[in-house]
């Protein structure tokens, strides 16, 4: 059984920083691609951030390149978003989610390629 456990939210003032973890368990990570989404009140889940199994190739939504970045590490079974410059529209709850089997680095922004999901960790910005 798969379980992702995020961690990290919490509230911060504009410009600020924060880093999410996503630590994984049940299968072995270092075999799927990991992904990022947030959710705000109101507004449908939408793609951050997605890392692929190596770690060598990483997709960003346009709204967050070049202030976050999303890095894993295989031997903790972790992985991470630092998310830096924070907007108060970065405001939503954030989850991580882990690939299924078969998919590849095309389908990082597809929430449909991801069977497993976090329960969720609040990110607050405040102006």
């Known amino acids: 059984q798969v379980q992702l456990v995020e961690s990290g939210g919490g509230l911060v003032q504009a410009g600020g920083s924060l880093r999410l973890s996503c630590t994984a368990s049940?299968?072995?990570?270092?075999?799927?691609?990991m992904g990022w989404f947030r959710q705000a009140p109101g507004k449908e889940r939408d793609f951050v951030a997605g890392d692929t199994w190596s770690g060598v190739s990483s997709l960003y939504a346009d709204s967050v390149k070049g202030r976050f970045i999303i890095s894993r590490d295989n031997a903790k079974n972790t992985v991470y978003l630092q998310m830096d410059s924070l907007k108060p529209e970065d405001t939503a709850v954030y989850y991580c989610a882990q690939q299924g089997a078969g998919y590849g680095y095309g389908d990082l922004r597809r929430p449909g390629a991801y069977p497993y999901w976090g329960q969720g960790t609040q990110v607050t910005v405040s102006s």
């Open positions: 049940g299968r072995t990570f270092s075999n799927y691609n």
